[in-house]
T-cell receptor
């Protein structure tokens, strides 16, 4: 079966750094996405990785290792507005997106 | 620029009543269109997707149906709602031209079936 694993909940302090991990087992791989979703709102696109390595975009970075079936989202200089759920999704061999359940990130002052 | 809009935002319906959620996309043509459902603590579940007018693929057998009467319009329907249909419904589109295929979501529709 296809599976995406990510922690259910994480807590971090304002101004700090947090890393949200995602491991996957899918039938094929055609890219990995990270989305941010605030409570009661729709997900918004954060990043896309298809090759191994680190993609940096401002305070957010995303890393991919295809051989390990592993990705992480790194958030720096945390702000209160970063409190949200972060969804990991993998595009499989049929180009269908398989979604993780999301990681709820709580930022404390 | 492209926009996506879905409505209604909130809906409370009795069991056995019909449902119609509508989604429209502006600023692009021939988009891929999707209906997802999101239950609390679970990943997004793909319900239907469409690559063109009248072309609908169903991912999950259920009492829901979808239609695409126009290129940028996608409708989710049910003739008789079940309690288990409660959830957060999301319409999304992606470009058939972009390599990444990232999804752009509508605002979401919160359905409560009583």
């Amino acid at each position: 079966g296809q599976n995406i694993d990510q922690p259910t909940e994480m807590t971090a302090t304002e101004g700090a750094i947090v890393q949200i991990n995602c491991t996957y087992q899918t039938s094929g791989f055609n890219g990995l996405f990270w989305y941010q979703q605030h409570a009661g709102e729709a997900p918004t696109f954060l990043s896309y990785n298809v090759l191994d390595g680190l993609e940096e975009k401002g305070r957010f970075s995303s890393f991919l290792s295809r051989s390990k079936g592993y990705s992480y989202l790194l958030l720096k200089e945390l702000q209160m507005k970063d409190s949200a759920s972060y969804l990991c999704a993998v595009k499989d061999s049929n180009y269908q997106l398989i979604w993780g359940a999301g990681t709820k990130l709580i930022i404390k002052p | 620029s492209q926009t996506i809009h879905q409505w209604p935002a909130t809906l409370v319906q009795p069991v056995g009543s019909p449902l119609s959620l509508e989604c429209t996309v502006e600023g692009t043509s021939n988009p891929n269109l999707y209906w997802y459902r999101q239950a609390a603590g679970r990943g997004l579940q793909l319900l239907f997707y469409s690559v063109g007018i009248g072309q609908i693929s169903s991912e999950v057998p259920q009492n829901l149906s979808a239609s695409r009467p126009q290129d940028r319009q996608f409708i989710l329907s049910s003739k008789k709602l079940l309690l288990s249909d409660s959830g957060f419904y999301l319409c999304a589109w992606s470009s058939q031209d972009r390599d990444t295929g990232e999804l752009f979501f509508g605002e979401g529709s919160r359905l409560t079936v009583l």
